[in-house]
């Protein structure tokens, strides 16, 4: 089983909130990313992480940034939230280490609905 | 065109019944093929890599035909709890931005 946690599972805020989404993994994984899927969409990369103080934009672009303090955390954070940003934020995990690094292991996701 | 393309369904099958899915993808470079699984409202799992010369684990059959540029997957004697969206992902570079999620087949077996 993976040990990567996302919190909170559900989250419904008013528009022009700031929310964090927490994502946290005790395997010691080297790499981290934050995905966004809408319903019967394919997962599109917003972030990535390939170490401690190491973080890039993906593909999507998104308003949220991220931060790598500490290799087990990986906070996004979006400052002004707008219903746009009503998706699942799914946040994943790979070890580098182990010559693939297309294992990602996710977390069970973040459902944000923006009001 | 989409980078990876996948024939949405939903596939409806009997138990026991064998089926088979197709992935197309466009960059001929693309270097590394998975499937992985994901149930409704959950997070994808890996189901298995796919491999030059194809592989199998249990009653799952992954294929890759580099000519045609897709990649199958067949599953035969299907349980219920086979039901699930696949998606097929494909890696084209070593960067996390080349790692391409398909959006997924959806199947679901039934009693």
């Known amino acids: 089983e993976a040990d990567i946690y996302q919190t909170p599972r559900y989250l419904v805020i008013g528009t022009g909130k700031k929310i964090t989404l927490e994502c946290s993994q005790t395997?010691?994984?080297?790499?981290m990313y934050w995905y966004q899927q809408d319903p019967g969409m394919e997962l599109h990369l917003i972030h990535y992480?390939?170490?401690?103080?190491?973080?890039e934009k993906g593909d999507l672009s998104s308003e949220s940034t991220v931060s790598r303090i500490r290799t087990e955390h990986f906070p996004l954070t979006l400052e002004s939230a707008r219903p746009s940003h009503t998706s699942q934020y799914l946040c994943?995990?790979?070890?580098?280490?182990?010559?693939?690094?297309?294992?990602?292991?996710f977390g069970s996701g973040t459902q944000l609905s923006v009001l | 065109r989409k980078e990876v393309e996948q024939d949405p369904g939903p596939f409806n099958v009997p138990e026991g019944a064998t089926v088979a899915f197709n992935c197309t993808y466009s960059?001929?470079?693309?270097?590394?093929f998975f499937w992985y699984r994901q149930d409704c409202r959950k997070e994808p799992k890996l189901l298995m890599s796919?491999?030059?010369s194809g592989n199998e684990d249990g009653r799952f059959t992954a294929q890759l035909n580099r000519a045609s540029q897709y990649i199958s997957l067949l599953i035969r004697d299907s349980k219920l709890s086979d039901s699930a969206t696949y998606l097929c992902?494909?890696?084209?570079?070593?960067?996390?931005?080349?790692?391409?999620f398909g959006s997924g087949t959806q199947l679901t077996v039934l009693p």
């Open positions: 994943a995990s790979s070890d580098s280490r182990t010559g693939g690094g297309e294992k990602l292991f």
């Open positions: 395997m010691g994984h080297d790499k």
């Open positions: 992480s390939y170490g401690v103080n190491s973080t």
């Open positions: 960059n001929s470079a693309s270097q590394s």
């Open positions: 796919v491999y030059s």
């Open positions: 992902v494909v890696k084209s570079g070593g960067s996390a931005r080349q790692l391409t």
